[in-house]
């Protein structure tokens, strides 16, 4: 990312649809004085890529019936109004535009299984929010657990809604290595490995009906 030209705005069909490398990395990086934030997506599908632009979870994106099958490169180097840019190349080279709107969805609900929480300590008041990796495990410090839901749908590919009705700051952790990764990223195993990881938490998943906000795509014409 460092290496690239600013001011680039590039959507394109995939130049690498075979290669295990994929997925869209966003970053802060220094060019000469300045730094500036920079975002790339390769072999990347389309509601990955109108998700990237609308800052929305691939998992909430709405898909008209034909919209492209295909998968994507992107680019965006510009130094303001990134997301609006790519929207616009999105619109200019495929032709399909974005909004949000509340519908009702099948999700899945985070509750509470275990009322006595085992791995959740509430915070104190005065700690700051943190994230920190030590000795294979991941610490999370002065968080809600609405944070969580983004993470979940992305391993299960799936809305999840929070319903523990639960508003603390806790702090937790969770044991974490290649093979969880690679569990969590396979979807195989991934309904398995989060049902593990909340259930040490006291939490769990149940299927359920609610209104979410979708990212619904159509066409720009």
């Not at 990955?48 to 998992?59: F, M, R």
């Not at 590919?157 to 093979?179: C, E, I, M, R």
């Not at 593990?196 to 014409?221: C, F, N, Q, Y």
């Amino acid at each position: 990312l460092r290496q690239v030209p600013s001011g680039v705005v590039v959507v394109r069909p995939t130049h690498f649809p075979k290669s295990v490398r994929k997925g869209i990395m966003s970053d802060t990086v220094q060019v000469g004085r300045k730094q500036v934030w920079r975002m790339m997506g390769r072999n990347v599908t389309f509601a990955e890529l109108v998700a990237a632009a609308y800052g929305q979870n691939p998992d909430r994106v709405e898909l008209p019936p034909v919209a492209p099958k295909t998968n994507f490169d992107f680019l965006v180097t510009v130094s303001d109004q990134q997301q609006p840019r790519l929207q616009a190349a999105i619109r200019k080279k495929l032709g399909y535009i974005a909004h949000t709107e509340q519908r009702d969805s099948e999700v899945l609900a985070l509750k509470i299984q275990n009322a006595s929480l085992p791995g959740l300590v509430i915070s104190d008041a005065n700690t700051k929010p943190n994230v920190n990796f030590d000795q294979g495990k991941l610490y999370f410090t002065h968080m809600r657990l609405q944070m969580m839901t983004g993470g979940l749908e992305q391993a299960l590919k799936q809305p999840v809604v929070d319903k523990t009705d639960l508003t603390n700051f806790y702090d937790f952790s969770v044991s974490w290595d290649a093979k969880i990764q690679r569990q969590l990223g396979n979807e195989a195993t991934a309904a398995a490995t989060v049902r593990t990881i909340l259930s040490g938490w006291g939490l769990g998943l149940v299927p359920d009906h609610d209104s979410v906000e979708m990212l619904v795509v159509r066409s720009a014409g």
